[in-house]
């Protein structure tokens, strides 16, 4: 297995490690307050330890930055909107859909088809995903909004795998979480954006901020610089995996066989990805320019 993979790998078990906490903190604020804080304050480190890195790119890269994190922004908000009209088990698997929705993106903008193994590995992802999520669906609003959810989150991937071999993926990360922030906090500032209540809200604040934002969005963009989007976006499907796993190992939660052997399609699909030719389209990280 790849570098980048296992990268991109590690950057999922940091998402899914998250589950319970965010869950907790989220009880206790509103979660376009704690999205604002968590982007803001990401930013805020990684430009006191580079203040020179925004500047420093060229203007296509701010551009391509603030695209994708317009997409990454617009995923995490219709997410937000959807959850308040269905259920979280089924936001979770059609916020998964983006499994889908990726490599039909990167074969309408980039003309790039996946091979018939990644169709493959995309199709045992998204069974795995409704084994882990679904106990029931129906279609409406909040479904609507969470699928909008899925193709922003498609298009922040096949972007991502296009544009961040063209520029440093820090600066990258940067401009991408900055507009995430700016994004959040125009919605919630209106009813009146809320500090964290209490110190077990800022340490998830922090948990979240530090190491499954600012380090995790870097090393997804430097991950995506060397990987197509359909295999990154299967990689990422391990993301409900990990967090499954870390609510049995911290929450005490039991997991079923239903949920098992979800997890074990998931796992599959991304080994298929990784077993597969790497010729052609699925092999290809080509540059886009803004």
Do not use: N
């Not at 009880?27 to 968590?38: A, K, Q, S």
């Amino acid at each position: 297995m790849r570098a980048p993979t296992l990268a991109l790998l590690a950057v999922t078990a940091v998402w899914g490690s998250t589950f319970v906490v965010v869950k907790d903190a989220v009880d206790r604020m509103p979660v376009t307050d704690f999205l604002t804080w968590r982007f803001g304050l990401a930013a805020l480190a990684m430009l006191l330890l580079r203040p020179r890195t925004v500047v420093s790119l060229p203007g296509r890269g701010r551009r391509a930055g603030l695209l994708l994190g317009l997409a990454l922004g617009s995923g995490y908000l219709l997410q937000t909107l959807g959850l308040q009209t269905t259920s979280a088990a089924v936001s979770g698997f059609i916020t998964g859909m983006f499994v889908v929705l990726t490599p039909l993106g990167a074969a309408v903008l980039l003309r790039q088809a996946p091979s018939r193994l990644a169709w493959a590995a995309v199709a045992l992802a998204t069974v795995g995903l409704g084994l882990l999520s679904l106990r029931g669906f129906a279609i409406g609003g909040g479904e609507l909004l969470t699928l909008g959810c899925a193709a922003a989150f498609a298009l922040h991937i096949v972007g991502l795998g296009r544009w961040a071999s063209s520029y440093d993926a820090y600066g990258l990360a940067v401009v991408q979480l900055l507009t995430v922030a700016a994004m959040c906090a125009l919605v919630a500032i209106p009813g009146g954006l809320a500090a964290p209540p209490d110190l077990g809200v800022w340490g998830a604040l922090l948990l979240t901020a530090l190491a499954a934002t600012a380090l995790a969005f870097v090393v997804q963009t430097w991950a995506q610089a060397h990987l197509p989007p359909t295999r990154a976006a299967v990689v990422m499907t391990m993301e409900p995996v990990f967090g499954g796993l870390f609510a049995v190992g911290v929450a005490g939660e039991r997991l079923g066989l239903r949920t098992l052997l979800g997890a074990l399609l998931v796992l599959a699909a991304m080994v298929l990805t990784e077993v597969g030719p790497r010729s052609g389209a699925e092999g290809q990280v080509e540059r886009l320019e803004v």
